[in-house]
Nanobody, 119 residues
Framework: QEQLVESGGGSVQAGGSLRLSCASS?????LGWFRQFPGNEREGVAA???????NYADAVKGRFTISRDNAKTTVYLQMNSLKPEDTAMYFC????????????????WGQGTQVTVSS
């Protein structure tokens, strides 16, 4: 059974940085990051293909960077210039066939890691 395990969440002040990691138990062509605000559906943050193609939500462009390790089973999300509105539970996802930011395109999810940004 595939596992996606996130780590790296925490609390930071506005303007600070955090780096999230997600280790997959097997290779996946597409790996993505989503976030969920209380009472809301998950929204796409960024996605990356095995070839390095990336896709970002407008809200994080220029601040967040998604990357993969050489083994292609770990995906990272470097988050800079964090804002209070970035506060959410962040989830790693796999299973899409494109660098989609639509949650229904993914069929495997991690347990999530909390990111809290204070003003």
């Amino acid at each position: 059974q595939e596992q996606l395990v996130e780590s790296g969440g925490g609390s930071v002040q506005a303007g600070g940085s955090l780096r999230l990691s997600c280790a997959s138990s097997r290779w996946r062509y597409i790996l993505g990051w989503f976030r969920q605000f209380p009472g809301n559906e998950r929204e796409g943050v960024a996605a990356i293909s095995d070839l390095g193609d990336t896709n970002y939500a407008d809200a994080v462009k220029g601040r967040f960077t998604i990357s993969r390790d050489n083994a292609k089973t770990t995906v990272y999300l470097q988050m800079n210039s964090l804002k209070p509105e970035d506060t959410a539970m962040y989830f790693c996802a796999a299973g899409a066939s494109t660098t989609s930011l639509t949650s229904s395109d993914y069929n495997s999810w991690g347990q999530g890691t909390q990111v809290t940004v204070s003003s």
